[in-house]
C-alpha cells in the first residue's frame, strides 16, 4: 500500500497506530469494524 500511495512504509505504520489509538482498537480488524460502526468508511 506504501508503494502504490507513494509514502514510505513507517508513514502508513503511524497512520494506522494513530488510527486505532483513536478508535480505542487493539487490532487492525477492530479498528475496520469500528470505522464502519462510527460511518467512518
Keep these: ?3 502504490i500511495l ?3 512504509s513507517h508513514t502508513v505504520v503511524g497512520y ?3 488510527a486505532m489509538r483513536k478508535l480505542d ?3 487492525r480488524m ?3 469494524a469500528r470505522a464502519f460502526r ?3 468508511l
Design 6 to 8: 507513494d509514502l514510505s
Design 38 to 40: 462510527y460511518r467512518l
Design 30 to 32: 477492530q479498528a475496520v
Design 1 to 3: 500500500m506504501a508503494i
Design 16 to 18: 494506522l497506530k494513530s
Design 25 to 27: 482498537s487493539v487490532s
